[in-house]
């Protein structure tokens, strides 16, 4: 007998709204509808009334953790338009404040999943150890999160010499923790056990659906935009991007834990090299830049969750005529659709979780028998408690043996 | 003071609410749980149902779609409910105003009782604003 349990749209632990149905017969979840466009602001249509200099204030706001991604991917493509490249100390400035983004990101992912199955503390945590990154994040550029350092031709701001030191100390106390938070994961036998064979997406599926970032990476599917597209400092720079093989959630974390030593390895790269440059002039951080001719650029970054896509067309005014974005999470979230079929409810909310969509959910969850039309109400606490019970009964049973 | 209004005011419940932010309000909202702010100290928790909550932290301009939602979730609320709204796009729609699938700030559709403004306040922000609720009572 199918039922439908509706998760959404609001969650009590984060961010945008999003609406799931899930079908399940018994245990086993057969069917996923997905519903998204709750938080839609019509931000592509905005775009075209501010001018191209406002935008990258109005893309950093698309999402509030991919704040550095977004005007990253537009810069570029008006750079691409105007066929430009800007200079070295602002290429190394732009990988610095992306790379802590993806750092707090992933430990703000990685928290929220040991939230999930009952572990609260790692949960605790990882939130800890992101604080220092936001701490270095507000001396470089001002604010913990929208930095508003990306800007047509460079960047708005010089990182200061004096935080040099600052940052390379946060970076080496970072390093060691994240080292911790990595073994325990990769030791622990119920996250083992909560995790392994999870929700798996293989290489093929990950193509199908077009997955992005970490998701793809965990299946095996080798995209990185950083890479693949060149993208400023990236290409002479030495990190390695992190594939994993079997696609399951356990992937998806170790590919986000292990991805945090790359970014640690790139800003360091990056600090060395602003350091050995000395402080900096208005003109070594952005180029000037005139009027935008008509004409047509693609931008493409890779944020934390996947490659964020900017297409800007100029009429030659003073605001774009067009301006489309795709963020990795459109892709990833329809990804849910096959990932979680034939896993049990319980594991549900780790595998929607598990691609770390801007996601947000339930106020309440609902049961519906669809052929009775009976329904009961269950609080999102309870989905996740049902997560959390199912952990802890691994746990029991693992000590057992 | 009535005793509703007394024992909210030691132990105040929040639930939280995104009314189509970009989702910093809500990390923010988040990190005053965790341990650099720590305010379940004080016994300030978020509940997962807006049935128990003694506080509502709402973030983001109101979008066409969630008012409905919105509307039901007040309406669900206990009262006395205290509603706060937290950075600038709940204040006044921020840097969305002119967005067509925002349909104004949330005053204009449930009574507020606080404003945070800032994009996104910081943690502490956010603490002195619910602080200063509490005081009021
Ligand atoms: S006030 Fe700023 S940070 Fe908060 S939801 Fe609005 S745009 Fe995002």
């Known amino acids: 007998m199918v039922k439908k349990i509706p998760i959404g749209p609001f969650h009590p632990i984060l961010e945008e709204p999003e609406f799931f149905e899930l079908h399940v017969d018994g245990e086993k979840v057969v069917d996923i509808d997905i519903t998204i466009g709750w938080s839609h602001r019509g931000i592509e249509l905005l775009s075209e009334s501010k001018t191209w200099d406002q935008v990258p204030f109005l893309v950093e706001r698309v999402c509030g953790i991919c704040s550095a991604s977004h005007p990253y991917a537009y810069v570029l493509a008006v750079e691409d338009l105007l066929q430009v490249e800007v200079s070295k100390r602002a290429q190394y400035i732009r990988a610095i404040v992306a790379e802590l983004e993806r750092l707090h990101s992933h430990l703000l992912w990685t928290g929220l999943a040991g939230h999930f199955i009952g572990y609260n503390t790692v949960f605790m945590w990882c939130w800890k150890y992101r604080e220092p990154v936001l701490d270095i994040l507000e001396a470089v550029t001002g604010n913990r999160n929208h930095y508003a350092t990306y800007r047509v031709g460079g960047v708005r701001r010089d990182v200061p010499q004096e935080e040099i030191p600052n940052i390379r100390k946060m970076l080496d106390e970072l390093w060691k923790k994240n080292d911790m938070l990595t073994n325990a994961i990769l030791d622990d036998p119920v996250i083992h056990a909560r995790t392994k064979g999870v929700g798996v997406l293989g290489w093929d599926k990950c193509r199908e659906y077009g997955a992005l970032g970490p998701t793809a990476r965990a299946g095996g599917y080798d995209v990185d935009a950083r890479r693949d597209h060149q993208t400023d400092a990236y290409a002479e720079l030495d990190w390695d991007v992190v594939l994993c093989q079997n696609g399951d959630v356990f992937d998806k974390a170790v590919v986000r834990q292990l991805e945090n030593f790359e970014a640690i390895k790139i800003i360091r790269q990056c600090v060395d090299k602003l350091e050995a440059m000395g402080p900096g002039t208005e003109e070594d951080l952005v180029l000037e830049i005139g009027e935008i001719p008509p004409g047509e650029g693609l931008g493409v970054y890779e944020a934390p969750r996947g490659e964020v896509f900017h297409y800007v067309r100029s009429n030659g005014g003073n605001m774009p005529m067009r301006h489309k974005i795709r963020a990795p999470s459109f892709n990833n979230i329809l990804t849910n659709e096959y990932s979680v079929l034939n896993y049990a409810v319980a594991d549900a909310g780790l595998i929607t979780a598990a691609v770390d969509p801007c996601y947000s959910c339930t106020e309440r969850v609902g049961r519906v028998d669809t052929r009775t039309g009976e329904r009961w109400v269950m609080s999102e606490g309870d989905l996740i408690k049902l997560s959390q019970e199912k952990t802890e009964m691994i746990r029991r049973s693992l000590r057992g043996k | ?137």
């Open chain 2, 1 to 137: 003071m009535s005793l509703a209004l007394k024992a909210l005011k030691k132990s105040p419940w929040v639930f939280h609410v995104n009314t189509g932010a970009c989702n910093n309000c809500d990390i923010e909202i988040l990190d005053a749980l965790t341990p650099r702010f720590d305010v379940e100290r004080f016994g300030i928790v978020l509940v997962g149902s807006i049935r128990h909550a003694d506080v509502l932290l709402i973030s983001g301009p109101v979008t066409r779609n969630v008012l409905p939602r919105l509307k039901r979730l007040y309406e669900q609320a206990p009262k006395p409910i205290k509603v706060i709204v937290v950075g600038a796009c709940g204040c006044r729609c921020g840097i969305f105003r002119d967005g067509y699938n925002i349909i104004g700030p949330v005053d204009k559709y449930i009574p507020v009782d606080a404003y945070v403004p800032g994009c996104p306040p910081k943690p502490e922000t956010i603490i002195a604003g619910v602080v200063k609720v509490l005081g009021t009572l």
